[in-house]
């Protein structure tokens, strides 16, 4: 318990008047001053003990995206006892009064966690000159993950990963098949590809994979610069959009980040927490099917063709955000 900034103000002019009551011998000042220290010593004692009540919050919901609502809902048991409950939001205090229920908006604009509490709740005496606070409740957390917007899947057949050497373009032409490998007991001799055959000087077949399987890679480009901040937002909402399609089409998918870690589930969880960082090289392991970088400029690394099916460069920034490169993206797969 502590006195309000009222409380402590009469407490300072209480003294005064006490001591100059005393010091220039006048009888009333001095009165007033001790009845002024006497009312802040009984608010004081009126609040020691506190609201005997319990106060509980509810997030709602608990996940949302970037900018939508989301709501703290502080309920009091049992109500009628006005009380006042502070609660931390993302580091900041924010002050509710009531008996009953009340709930406050919660910040959605920024990605991230954003812890909640833990809850105060305090009480006035009815001069408010006297406060008391206690804890109570438990500690919360927010999960702001990146927006998803309309988005078809990556469709189309695409052939899954070879064993061997089969990410040379010099062995394969247009219309073959992109895997190559060394013959196995039991391959049909129609598939023998006889130009890695004379290159490699062992039997070398074509692999053709399983045409129904389609795998997404989504090289989200997290160097630092490549991208402005706004930007940057704008690419993670991009690659949430397209690996939500992906999972609700049922195609296998992976993020994958400048820095080469991959993450293969969990994508939101993920996303929320995705920073800039270096300035390192750009980095994505092979692993077949089709690739979608998304930065900040036009053109993919030579590398990268080398290692998948197909690459896709959608480059974000200059007035070209995550809906302008989706409708182009969704255009070109009707």
Request: charged letters at 25%; glycine letters at 12%.
């Amino acid at each position: 318990m502590r006195p309000t900034r009222r409380g402590v103000a009469v407490l300072v002019a209480a003294l005064l008047l006490v001591a100059s009551g005393w010091w220039l011998r006048y009888p009333l000042p001095a009165l007033i001053g001790a009845a002024g220290l006497g009312a802040v010593a009984g608010a004081l004692l009126s609040v020691r003990r506190g609201p005997r009540v319990e106060v509980t919050r509810t997030i709602s919901p608990e996940r949302v995206e970037r900018g939508a609502r989301a709501v703290a809902v502080l309920t009091v048991r049992p109500p009628g006892t006005t009380v006042e409950i502070r609660d931390t939001v993302a580091g900041r205090g924010h002050v509710v009064r009531t008996a009953d229920a009340a709930e406050y908006p919660l910040p959605t604009g920024v990605r991230g966690r954003f812890p909640l509490g833990p809850l105060e709740v305090g009480r006035e005496d009815p001069l408010g000159l006297a406060r008391s606070r206690r804890r109570t409740g438990s500690t919360a957390t927010l999960l702001v993950h990146p927006r998803q917007l309309p988005a078809r899947a990556a469709g189309g057949p695409v052939r899954a990963a070879p064993a061997g050497p089969a990410t040379d373009d010099l062995w394969r032409g247009a219309a073959e098949p992109r895997g190559i490998r060394e013959y196995e007991s039991g391959d049909e001799m129609r598939l023998v590809h006889w130009r890695a055959t004379a290159h490699t000087g062992r039997l070398m077949v074509r692999d053709l994979g399983d045409p129904r399987q389609v795998r997404l890679t989504v090289l989200l480009d997290t160097r630092a610069g490549v991208l402005g901040p706004d930007d940057f937002e704008e690419a993670v909402d991009l690659a949430a959009s397209l690996l939500g399609a992906a999972g609700r089409a049922g195609v296998p998918a992976r993020l994958v980040t400048a820095d080469g870690r991959a993450s293969t589930g969990h994508f939101l969880e993920v996303l929320a927490d995705v920073r800039q960082d270096g300035p390192g090289p750009l980095t994505a392991p092979g692993r077949g099917g089709r690739l979608v970088l998304i930065t900040g400029g036009p053109a993919a690394p030579a590398f990268l063709g080398r290692a998948y099916d197909s690459v896709v460069v959608l480059a974000l920034g200059r007035g070209v955000d995550a809906a302008r490169a989706l409708r182009s993206w969704n255009e070109a797969r009707r």
